[in-house]
């Protein structure tokens, strides 16, 4: 059984920093993708940014050059730091694990979600 546990987030000011972290237990994701997406009721799903079984990751437009996902392998644990943070990145951010598709991650299993909230 996959299950991704979740962690981090919470309020921050306009241009500050938070991190969200993800262990997941029961996946291995050898041929597929692990990611980060964002989305609450009132916004539409948006893939975050997605790292790859060979390490690399591509990131949203919205995000590229502000956030970043890495993992510590001996910790088991998959990172999203969020730096130079905007009102408009408050959202619900879920991790994900799943299978890749070109340059993209299909989930097929959730975090139970962090929220981020960016105010002054």
């Known amino acids: 059984q996959v299950q991704l546990e979740q962690s981090g987030g919470g309020s921050v000011q306009p241009g500050g920093s938070l991190r969200l972290s993800c262990v997941p237990s029961g996946y291995t994701y050898s041929s597929g993708c692990m990611a980060w997406f964002r989305h609450d009721p009132e916004t539409e799903r948006e893939g975050v940014g997605f790292?790859?079984?060979?390490?690399?990751?591509t990131y949203s437009p919205s995000v590229k050059g502000r956030f970043t996902i890495s993992e510590d392998n001996s910790k088991n644990t998959l990172y999203l730091h969020m730096n130079s943070l905007k009102p408009e990145d408050s959202d619900m951010y879920y991790c994900?694990?799943?299978?890749?598709?070109?340059?993209?991650?299909?989930?097929?299993?959730w975090g139970q979600g962090s929220r981020v909230t960016v105010s002054s």
């Open positions: 994900a694990a799943g299978v890749r598709a070109d340059d993209g991650c299909v989930p097929h299993y």
């Open positions: 790292i790859f079984s060979d390490g690399r990751t």
